[in-house]
């Protein structure tokens, strides 16, 4: 209903000229760079999206828009194409991003750039936000007891109870090890086919040889999202940060044989980034950083807190025109107004459940 309601309002803006207004108004305040944030390549129709983009905003490689937003006056004398720079950027490495998103960068000649988690790149393990969904959907078992609590798994909402609270618990890990332990008995309480089916395959980590083929394509640039992917504010040794700020980096260059400048924090709302990570970013010399904040970027933008509109192949490509265009920044920060009224983050977190948590890393629900 939510999603219908959204399609609705944004085909009045985008039918009713707003949203082109909008995209005016943008371009006549110069020096402004759009950066989009998509995840997975397909469940929806990305083709739709990127043809709406490549129509109305002039598509950089994510270096060279920086490049370009941090040095304007040598890039102010720029005549031709005056729309605005839009960049375009995917979280986590999914292999979606290479079956499906390549495809359509070669053939739309659209640059796009991935933060990878080379971690997982490495292991091949589903994403941790993934697995538990999964092993409660496949078991066969129908009882588990997991951390002391016994849960009934022919009974529907006791998969759900529990496919929660795995996601609650990896959710909240204070390291890395703590969240690979948890899940190390989760697997053996839940024990399923090691097999893939075809419709997990979209999901599944890059391998090092398609991220190669995808950087040798020309159309594919790569910057890092961590090691693992833990939320970092969670983490309670900041020497982990650093670590997983920093290994990354090296583990993705000695792969490509070359610099790596860009970093996306996971799950980059700044409750979920936290100090030490700002930190641990500057101190590991990325040039430029990215969050989820929404906005535009300007010369004037923190380097190291730079923003991201969130958008997801599902979505019409009608809200995404909108998103794109700047309405629901003003949509999103109504809503973040009222619900700050009720309960201000950081006095309850409960209130923040993971799910809505990890709306930022991966807009899909996790249901059983
Ligand atoms: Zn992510």
């Not at 219908?4 to 082109?20: H, K, N, P, Q």
């Not at 395959?201 to 640039?221: N, Q």
Request: charged share 25%.
């Amino acid at each position: 209903m939510r999603k219908r309601i959204s399609t609705f309002i944004a085909a009045c803006l985008y039918y009713s000229g707003l949203i082109t207004l909008a995209r005016w108004w943008i371009r006549r305040s110069a020096h402004h760079l759009v950066i989009l944030n998509y995840h997975q390549a397909t469940g929806g129709d990305l083709r739709r999206h990127l043809l709406y983009l490549r129509r109305h905003y002039r598509i950089l490689h994510l270096e060279a828009a920086m490049e370009e937003l941090s040095m304007p006056s040598k890039h102010g004398k720029r005549v031709g194409d005056r729309r605005t720079p839009l960049v375009l950027t995917f979280d986590d490495g999914y292999y979606d991003n290479y079956t499906h998103g390549l495809a359509l960068a070669r053939e739309l000649q659209m640059p796009f750039t991935i933060f990878l988690t080379p971690g997982y790149t490495e292991s091949g393990d589903y994403f941790w936000w993934r697995e538990g969904n999964r092993l409660v959907s496949h078991t066969q078992v129908g009882e588990a007891t997991i951390e002391g609590r016994i849960y009934h798994l022919d009974r529907p909402k006791e998969r759900n109870r529990l496919a929660e609270a795995i996601l609650t618990r990896v959710c909240q890990a204070t390291s890395v090890a703590e969240r690979q332990e948890f899940l190390r008995v989760v697997r053996q309480a839940l024990p399923v086919s090691p097999s893939v089916a075809p419709e997990e395959k979209p999901a599944l980590p890059l391998k090092w040889a398609e991220v190669r083929e995808m950087e040798e394509s020309g159309w594919v640039s790569f910057g890092v999202h961590t090691m693992h992917h833990p939320i970092l504010a969670y983490l309670t040794d900041p020497t982990e940060v650093q670590r997983e700020v920093e290994e990354c980096r090296t583990m993705l260059e000695q792969q490509l044989g070359h610099p790596v400048r860009t970093f996306a924090y996971p799950i980059g709302q700044l409750q979920h980034i936290g100090d030490n990570a700002i930190r641990a970013v500057q101190k590991a010399g990325y040039e430029w950083a990215f969050t989820t904040l929404y906005g535009f970027n300007t010369p004037r933008s923190d380097p190291h807190l730079l923003r991201r509109i969130e958008v997801d192949v599902s979505q019409h490509w009608l809200v995404m025109a909108a998103e794109t265009a700047g309405f629901w920044g003003l949509f999103s920060r109504l809503r973040w107004i009222s619900a700050m009224r009720k309960a201000p983050y950081r006095e309850n977190k409960a209130l923040h459940p993971p799910s809505k948590i990890l709306e930022g890393c991966d807009p899909k629900p996790l249901r059983p």
